[in-house]
């Protein structure tokens, strides 16, 4: 067998160092026989500068290329098979353009709405969008291009993103700001990850060798480069210490000299160097493997592909009395965004779109022969007299793009003032009346669902969102997408809010594990419109719900059945629980979901695996995922405040014993079955034990729950001894065993 030379032989300690960083804002450096490649955004579609050769701030207009539905509206397909075919069509343009790896796709969690990037991002919950972001890889990956996973981790704001610390619990960091990365790198291996601006608990992502390394490396066996996020490196050599492989964009050259002045002085390992340096060279050889220079695309295929994922993420938020599907009849079409349609969010993703479908046209061409009349909003009297005269009235609403954007956070998520008033008008009038909204974070709705009968969620749809929407409304597309993220009745009510954004350079994660349905369900707090809600023009009835004990985790069964008179695609959670759990969990968690699209009058059977590891929480003791033993509830349902049947299912645990110590509290002991009798018969007699519980008015026993056993010595009036109480742990740990 012959071996490929190793591509970094020969190389001496500066060329290493100069593998590790940008020669451009969008390029590496060509060393030696490892040939530059082309890193660029976005996660839904490519933005190829048309002038990277002079631009140094990456701000230059890009080339046409679809733009796809960005995460907030994907993820409301609750579809990885879509996703990853968008994942194709990307990696498709990306060959096209002379893009080698493709920035994405972010799965940070959706912590708060008021995040300025959460049209970035798939989720709040991170089961959910690490499937989706896992497809995404794959798409990208299969047509020879790299993903770069982002943003790794605990990026959760703009505010001071660049030197904030995320102040985060072990258990909470692992269960919910990890889970998400982890579910990619396991499943999909994407061959980039990017770190973070931020810190986190302290130290910059970009030097935490406990994420990049211990981690990320050590134990998901991520094989690929670590590259920074754009400017986030603010000391290289610690960061290569660390286990950053490639920074960008270029220094220069300055922070190449930094990292060989580094190993000269001792202070770094050149070994480091080496490692970095082989990481990016085999990066290179992927992504080069397949020649680029004549791959091209189909921009009619992909704008219909871009306009099927589009009709699968809309979401029928409300639809009293059958208002929706429409029939041709007159239209009142009201709202600046039916003509200037707001379809992604601002930044580094900017797409510069190959077309862009316009709501109204694609609304007149639907409504065949009949009148459509449409009226910007400006002139509130105009658009209700327009509403009055029509069969319907269809108002759009939204956010503007500067309004949220990458690089600052909302301060509110109110729709503005002015668009409700325009609302209430046309309602007064018309009170067969439609909403579509537009937008990139969670809105405040109260005031929409109160008002419209009808309601349309398309967040954003990319460039093919008007037909999308279009189609959809007619009918010619049954809706089924499904929130991604719970809409609150109000900002105070979400979880974050009293701990957002960074106060002196610190975000503290108050809330622990207990983020967004997690949150609203556990404390039972009024949504306007929960977690994984979404309507459809027909119906389905769930039925017959099994669950099996597997040694994987749990096999649930269930038959859903079209009762309804249209096919449809209807989403499947699965919820589990643990009443009885003896650590703080949230009431419920998503645990599996499926998609299954079903005729009329006809039933399926839906098989939805739930793996181990949804089940478990993280032992900060054990430093493992743990699953306890015991009975757990598991639900199915079309939202996580829709759920249809529930049934139970006894799980073995994998919970380490923990020997008790002198630290070890009472009540710790009292819990166990072979510490309980032990320790009531040998304190039985050692005084506060001897006092009725009368003596202090209260129950003594529980009053002591709290103290460490070791303290009972104090109390007891010298009736039991350190060394007495050693021995009867040591004989209390040995049965335990």
């Given at each position: 067998?012959?071996?490929?030379?190793?591509?970094?032989?020969?190389?001496?300690?500066?060329?290493?160092?100069?593998?590790?960083?940008?020669?451009?804002?969008?390029?590496?450096?060509?060393?030696?026989?490892?040939?530059?490649?082309?890193?660029?955004?976005?996660?839904?579609?490519?933005?190829?500068?048309?002038?990277?050769?002079?631009?140094?701030?990456?701000?230059?207009?890009?080339?046409?290329?679809?733009?796809?539905?960005?995460?907030?509206?994907?993820?409301?397909?609750?579809?990885?098979?879509?996703?990853?075919?968008?994942?194709?069509?990307?990696?498709?343009?990306?060959?096209?353009?002379?893009?080698?790896?493709?920035?994405?796709?972010?799965?940070?969690?959706?912590?708060?709405?008021?995040?300025?990037?959460?049209?970035?991002?798939?989720?709040?919950?991170?089961?959910?969008?690490?499937?989706?972001?896992?497809?995404?890889?794959?798409?990208?990956?299969?047509?020879?291009?790299?993903?770069?996973?982002?943003?790794?981790?605990?990026?959760?704001?703009?505010?001071?993103?660049?030197?904030?610390?995320?102040?985060?619990?072990?258990?909470?960091?692992?269960?919910?700001?990890?889970?998400?990365?982890?579910?990619?790198?396991?499943?999909?291996?994407?061959?980039?990850?990017?770190?973070?601006?931020?810190?986190?608990?302290?130290?910059?992502?970009?030097?935490?060798?406990?994420?990049?390394?211990?981690?990320?490396?050590?134990?998901?066996?991520?094989?690929?480069?670590?590259?920074?996020?754009?400017?986030?490196?603010?000391?290289?050599?610690?960061?290569?210490?660390?286990?950053?492989?490639?920074?960008?964009?270029?220094?220069?050259?300055?922070?190449?000299?930094?990292?060989?002045?580094?190993?000269?002085?001792?202070?770094?390992?050149?070994?480091?160097?080496?490692?970095?340096?082989?990481?990016?060279?085999?990066?290179?050889?992927?992504?080069?493997?397949?020649?680029?220079?004549?791959?091209?695309?189909?921009?009619?295929?992909?704008?219909?592909?871009?306009?099927?994922?589009?009709?699968?993420?809309?979401?029928?938020?409300?639809?009293?009395?059958?208002?929706?599907?429409?029939?041709?009849?007159?239209?009142?079409?009201?709202?600046?965004?039916?003509?200037?349609?707001?379809?992604?969010?601002?930044?580094?993703?900017?797409?510069?779109?190959?077309?862009?479908?316009?709501?109204?046209?694609?609304?007149?061409?639907?409504?065949?022969?009949?009148?459509?009349?449409?009226?910007?909003?400006?002139?509130?009297?105009?658009?209700?007299?327009?509403?009055?005269?029509?069969?319907?009235?269809?108002?759009?609403?939204?956010?503007?793009?500067?309004?949220?954007?990458?690089?600052?956070?909302?301060?509110?998520?109110?729709?503005?003032?002015?668009?409700?008033?325009?609302?209430?008008?046309?309602?007064?009038?018309?009170?067969?009346?439609?909403?579509?909204?537009?937008?990139?974070?969670?809105?405040?709705?109260?005031?929409?669902?109160?008002?419209?009968?009808?309601?349309?969620?398309?967040?954003?749809?990319?460039?093919?969102?008007?037909?999308?929407?279009?189609?959809?409304?007619?009918?010619?597309?049954?809706?089924?997408?499904?929130?991604?993220?719970?809409?609150?009745?109000?900002?105070?009510?979400?979880?974050?809010?009293?701990?957002f954004p960074s106060e002196s350079g610190h975000t503290?994660?108050?809330?622990?594990?207990?983020?967004?349905?997690?949150?609203?369900?556990?404390?039972?707090?009024?949504?306007?419109?929960?977690?994984?809600?979404?309507?459809?023009?027909?119906?389905?009835?769930?039925?017959?719900?099994?669950?099996?004990?597997?040694?994987?985790?749990?096999?649930?069964?269930?038959?859903?059945?079209?009762?309804?008179?249209?096919?449809?695609?209807?989403?499947?959670?699965?919820?589990?629980?643990?009443?009885?759990?003896?650590?703080?969990?949230?009431?419920?968690?998503?645990?599996?979901?499926?998609?299954?699209?079903?005729?009329?009058?006809?039933?399926?059977?839906?098989?939805?695996?739930?793996?181990?590891?949804?089940?478990?929480?993280?032992?900060?003791?054990?430093?493992?995922?743990?699953?306890?033993?015991?009975?757990?509830?598991?639900?199915?349902?079309?939202?996580?405040?829709?759920?249809?049947?529930?049934?139970?299912?006894?799980?073995?645990?994998?919970?380490?014993?923990?020997?008790?110590?002198?630290?070890?509290?009472?009540?710790?002991?009292?819990?166990?079955?072979?510490?309980?009798?032990?320790?009531?018969?040998?304190?039985?007699?050692?005084?506060?034990?001897?006092?009725?519980?009368?003596?202090?008015?209260?129950?003594?026993?529980?009053?002591?729950?709290?103290?460490?056993?070791?303290?009972?010595?104090?109390?007891?009036?010298?009736k039991v001894t350190h060394e007495q109480l050693d021995?009867?742990?040591?004989?209390?740990?040995?049965?335990?065993?």
């Amino acid at each position: 067998m012959t071996h490929s030379p190793d591509p970094i032989a020969g190389l001496d300690l500066t060329d290493q160092a100069a593998l590790g960083s940008g020669a451009s804002f969008w390029t590496t450096k060509p060393i030696g026989t490892v040939p530059a490649i082309m890193l660029t955004d976005g996660p839904h579609g490519v933005r190829r500068q048309s002038g990277s050769a002079t631009d140094h701030l990456g701000i230059s207009g890009s080339e046409p290329a679809t733009c796809f539905p960005p995460a907030v509206g994907l993820s409301q397909t609750w579809d990885p098979e879509l996703v990853e075919r968008v994942g194709q069509a990307l990696g498709e343009e990306s060959r096209a353009l002379g893009v080698q790896v493709l920035l994405g796709p972010g799965v940070n969690i959706k912590r708060d709405p008021r995040c300025g990037r959460n049209f970035e991002y798939f989720s709040e919950d991170p089961l959910l969008s690490g499937a989706l972001g896992a497809a995404w890889v794959r798409g990208v990956q299969s047509r020879g291009v790299g993903a770069s996973l982002k943003h790794f981790a605990a990026n959760n704001a703009e505010h001071d993103r660049m030197r904030a610390s995320s102040d985060i619990d072990l258990r909470t960091l692992r269960e919910i700001y990890l889970r998400s990365f982890e579910i990619v790198v396991r499943q999909a291996h994407p061959w980039t990850v990017m770190c973070s601006y931020n810190r986190i608990n302290g130290v910059y992502a970009a030097e935490n060798a406990w994420l990049l390394t211990t981690v990320l490396r050590d134990e998901w066996g991520f094989d690929g480069v670590v590259v920074s996020d754009w400017g986030a490196v603010a000391d290289r050599p610690a960061a290569v210490a660390a286990g950053l492989d490639l920074e960008m964009p270029t220094t220069g050259g300055i922070s190449d000299a930094e990292v060989v002045r580094a190993v000269r002085a001792g202070n770094l390992d050149a070994a480091a160097v080496t490692r970095a340096a082989g990481r990016v060279a085999q990066l290179v050889g992927r992504v080069t493997q397949t020649d680029t220079s004549a791959a091209s695309f189909d921009i009619d295929v992909h704008h219909e592909l871009a306009r099927e994922a589009a009709r699968r993420a809309i979401v029928l938020l409300k639809n009293e009395g059958d208002l929706l599907p429409l029939a041709p009849a007159p239209l009142a079409v009201i709202g600046g965004f039916a003509e200037e349609p707001r379809y992604q969010g601002g930044g580094s993703s900017h797409v510069n779109p190959t077309r862009v479908d316009v709501p109204l046209d694609e609304i007149r061409r639907l409504a065949g022969d009949q009148p459509v009349r449409f009226c910007s909003g400006t002139d509130t009297a105009a658009a209700a007299a327009a509403a009055e005269s029509a069969e319907t009235a269809i108002v759009f609403l939204g956010l503007t793009a500067d309004e949220e954007s990458e690089g600052y956070d909302r301060e509110h998520i109110d729709l503005p003032t002015a668009q409700l008033d325009l609302l209430r008008a046309v309602v007064e009038v018309q009170p067969r009346t439609v909403a579509v909204l537009a937008h990139g974070g969670a809105v405040c709705l109260d005031a929409v669902a109160a008002l419209a009968p009808a309601i349309l969620d398309g967040a954003l749809l990319g460039q093919a969102g008007g037909g999308a929407l279009a189609d959809v409304l007619f009918g010619v597309a049954n809706p089924s997408g499904r929130l991604a993220e719970t809409v609150p009745q109000r900002l105070q009510d979400s979880p974050a809010y009293l701990n957002f954004p960074s106060e002196s350079g610190h975000t503290v994660y108050g809330e622990r594990m207990f983020v967004g349905y997690r949150w609203y369900d556990s404390r039972e707090i009024p949504v306007t419109f929960p977690f994984g809600h979404g309507l459809s023009y027909t119906r389905f009835d769930y039925s017959d719900l099994d669950l099996t004990s597997t040694g994987a985790g749990v096999a649930v069964r269930v038959t859903v059945t079209n009762t309804g008179d249209r096919p449809g695609r209807e989403v499947v959670q699965v919820y589990a629980g643990l009443p009885d759990s003896h650590v703080g969990r949230p009431m419920q968690w998503l645990a599996g979901f499926a998609s299954v699209t079903i005729e009329p009058g006809h039933r399926q059977i839906i098989e939805i695996p739930i793996e181990r590891t949804d089940l478990a929480y993280w032992s900060v003791d054990a430093g493992r995922w743990v699953v306890e033993a015991g009975e757990y509830a598991v639900s199915v349902g079309a939202s996580s405040r829709d759920i249809r049947l529930t049934a139970t299912v006894a799980l073995d645990g994998d919970e380490p014993t923990r020997p008790f110590t002198r630290e070890s509290t009472l009540g710790e002991l009292l819990a166990d079955p072979v510490a309980s009798q032990k320790i009531l018969s040998a304190l039985s007699d050692a005084s506060p034990f001897g006092a009725g519980d009368s003596a202090l008015g209260t129950n003594l026993l529980r009053m002591l729950e709290s103290v460490p056993i070791g303290r009972m010595v104090a109390f007891s009036a010298g009736k039991v001894t350190h060394e007495q109480l050693d021995a009867l742990i040591v004989d209390i740990n040995t049965q335990r065993c």
